[in-house]
């Protein structure tokens, strides 16, 4: 399937009613990975749903639930694998049990931000990868949302060297759980709704999630007040659609249309709603008492070397994880160099500057 020719086509298809009122009525059952109290997160996929029954004319309407209420989170790949489920809204690297490559295709320790992210999966071939494995369960996915760069986390006691990493019991989930047990932690993988308990009563000494917005609304500010930055892991975490391939294959194209494109403005509208969100809730979060730090040079140094040693472990472990890393790999260097002239000389210039004038 042509993507961009779908795309392309979409304004002129879905300018004509009648298409969508000659049309079958279909209803669709699509699951969340997060609760309904993660608005950003949740409201997503309700707004993909409302988009696609509004282009429809009704005709194609998607049930959209929170996790755990058909299925919890994690699982969430395996119902659209199996039909029980047409579709879910998540992180891939939520299923990298199944194969770690997917982490390529929401976030890696010192990968692609937000925009980067989003040029690999539409121009890089980053899209074409994933649909690929992907289709080994059966599924197709679409790019739905990206968080921007993430927060590095909140943690009970200052981090001020690689020292302070060791035994720390740190809830961070994935590739970047192996890191940080590279660094001398003991990651933890704990599901959102056991973070805040776990925290509280020291089975945790840190958690990473994802920004202000979100961390706001879980309270981690009354039981950790150090909060680390960046989330060197999470420069931009993108989400995906995921269609079973069966029931997405016997829609009509108009429909097949209203779902890529629903899609692709969540993409643009969340990235947009946490850049609104985040400063506010870190204003507040720093007056409700957080101590913003910076992670330490030595740690980010060490943590760039076993990121890379791991992602070569990995390579000569895993054929697909070292074919998707050396295309990642090459993509990023490149957008890298052109960030450096362009995007990042300007963000160090005038950032500080405008900090300066207050």
Known sequence: MNRRLLLGAAPAALATPALAQSGPEVRWRMSSAFPRNLDVLFGTGE????RVAQLTENRFQIRFFPAGEVVPGPQVLDAVQSGSLEGGHAPLYYFSGKDLALNFFTAVPFGLNARQNMAWLQYGGGGALCNELLGEFNCIGFPAGDTGAQMGGWFRNEVKGLDDLKGLKFRTPGLNGQLFARLGAVPQAIAPADIYPSLERGALDAVEFVGPHDDEKLGFVRVARYYYYPGFWEAGAHLHLIANKDAFNR????????????????????????????????RRLVAAGAVLRPWPRDILQAAWREAHGMYEQLSSQNERFKRVWTAYRAYRDEEYQWFRVAESSFDNFAFPAAAQQR
């Open 251 to 282: 829609l009509p194209e108009l429909y097949k249309t209203a779902l890529e494109v629903a899609s692709g403005e969540a993409n643009a509208n969340m990235l947009a709603q946490y850049d609104h969100l985040n400063p506010q809730a870190l």
């Open 47 to 50: 707004k993909i749903a409302q």
